[in-house]
Nanobody, 120 residues
Framework: QVQLVESGGGLVRAGGSLRLSCAAS????????MGWYRQAPGKQRELVAT???????????NYADSAKGRFTISVDNAKNAVYLQMNGLKPEDTAVYYC??????????WGKGTLVTVSS
């Protein structure tokens, strides 16, 4: 099992920035991908960004079109942590952001989420 705990959400004005953090613990060796997903009110959960972790070779980061150029995912393998730097936030970025972990994009583990609210 892998446990994921998110932090860093909050209220920010449009154009502002936030940095989300996710700390992983447990059987980290069983996963090779971590990422961020979000779910806005009344909408389905959607991909934001994913990244390979650990010693995986040949992997690359993956971003939703809505995140490209504004959000950056990064991983600290020594800390078993993944981050999401969000710049140029828009009201439509308002959502609960979930950290996820799995293998080759199939996410098996999920955090409880952190709320990001962007005011206009």
């Amino acid at each position: 099992q892998v446990q994921l705990v998110e932090s860093g959400g909050g209220l920010v004005r449009a154009g502002g920035s936030l940095r989300l953090s996710c700390a992983a613990s447990g059987s980290i060796f069983s996963v090779n991908t971590m990422g961020w997903y979000r779910q806005a009110p009344g909408k389905q959960r959607e991909l934001v960004a994913t990244s390979p972790i650990g010693a995986i070779i040949g992997g690359s980061t993956n971003y939703a079109d809505s995140a490209k150029g504004r959000f950056t995912i990064s991983v600290d393998n020594a800390k078993n942590a993944v981050y999401l730097q969000m710049n140029g936030l828009k009201p439509e970025d308002t959502a609960v952001y979930y950290c996820a972990a799995g293998r080759f994009g199939a996410m098996d583990y999920w955090g409880k989420g952190t709320l990001v609210t962007v005011s206009s």
